[in-house]
């Protein structure tokens, strides 16, 4: 897995949080991949945490 830049994983958890609080339950990974242009599995990653 290629490293992220400084600071580019907390602008990445900033996304991902908004996404979630914006669209609230019922999303699916897949869809937040889709709207990220990220890998499913990078979101699942994030959503561990």
Wanted: glycine letters at 6%.
């Amino acid at each position: 897995m290629a490293r992220l830049q400084k600071g580019e994983r907390k602008d990445r958890e900033n996304n991902l949080y908004y996404l979630l609080r914006r669209l609230r339950f019922g999303v699916q990974e897949s869809e937040i991949a889709k709207e990220f242009g990220w890998h499913r599995r990078t979101v699942n990653n994030y959503l561990r945490r």
